[in-house]
């Protein structure tokens, strides 16, 4: 999915000067990445005017697979939709605590739904980098994935060619794919890899000067764990993924982040959420902060695109 020499031309942005306010990047199967192409033409690109990150595509329910069912094929897409040049360095990425619905008989809702301050994620990762060492340009996509190998037979998916996945090396039991760089853990709760709930995530992007100094509070369920209180200042996009249509009570993400929800129509069934593309009068893609008018069910991912 990267392009061939991309992190070769990622350096010479660097070396230029290259740079802007809000993150680091890496392109993924979409088109030229760092590497100037993708209609720029090699042509130096400034800080954004107009635009920002936004979340394009999310796969999370998993595949039926040929021999069985997996979710090792998540993936998280992030589009740069700006008409310049963003560093994804430190981009973090996480899943915010709290059940998609009633998945079991009495489930509980999260306690902290009515936080309009604060998301507490499950688990968060970050993209390395000392600031410009992954710059991502215009119509640029960033994948970060589960695993990042070729899922085929049981998934369409080869994700070989993602720009970054989740290894739990403390874990003992996850694989480093070497064709993948690696995700900063910055808080997990345990488990062998990086799973989003297949029911559904609220999955959100977000800038934090020092992770480090974030608050943890106790997990709700399980005492000797914890969540990462992370302000909603710090935001840059969100999309709430529920179990179904009557799952609106277990919202986790307060309305400024998104005012409504998605789903796919089960688990394992192979299908995303994406991003639906604006207009002539709405540039780049919608992002009118409410998930059920900006994105669109998918039987087929497209990662990278």
Known sequence: MVAEGRWVAGLLLVLAGLGCDEGAGVGGAGGGGATGEGGNAGAPVGPPTVGKLVIEEVFYAGSPGLIEH??????????????????????LFGDVFGAAGEINPGQPTSPFADDEDFIYLANA??????????PLLPGETLTVVHDGTNHQP????????ADFEAFIESSGKDDDWPTVANLEVVHFTGGFDWLMPVFGPAVVIAR?????QLERVPHPD???????????????????????????????LPASVDASFIIVSDTYTGESVRRKPGSA???GLLDSDSSADDFE????PTPGE
């Not at 998280?76 to 360095?89: E, M, P």
């Not at 935001?235 to 249509?245: F, K, Y």
Request: proline share 6%; aromatic share 8%.
């Open 208 to 212: 934090v000067d020092d992770p480090a």
């Open 297 to 300: 069910l998918r039987s087929t």
């Open 222 to 252: 399980f005492p000797e764990r914890e969540l990462l209180k992370v302000p909603v200042s710090s935001v840059i996009d969100g999309v709430e993924c529920l179990m179904d249509e009557g799952s609106e009570a277990y919202k986790r």
């Open 70 to 91: 997996t979710f090792n094929d998540q993936f998280i897409d992030v589009r740069n939709d700006s008409d310049g040049l963003i560093n994804v360095d430190g981009l």
């Open 125 to 134: 990762f970050r993209v390395p980098g000392l600031g410009s060492d992954y």
């Open 154 to 161: 049981d998934s369409v998916l080869d994700l070989s060619g």
């Open 281 to 283: 009068n709405v540039p």
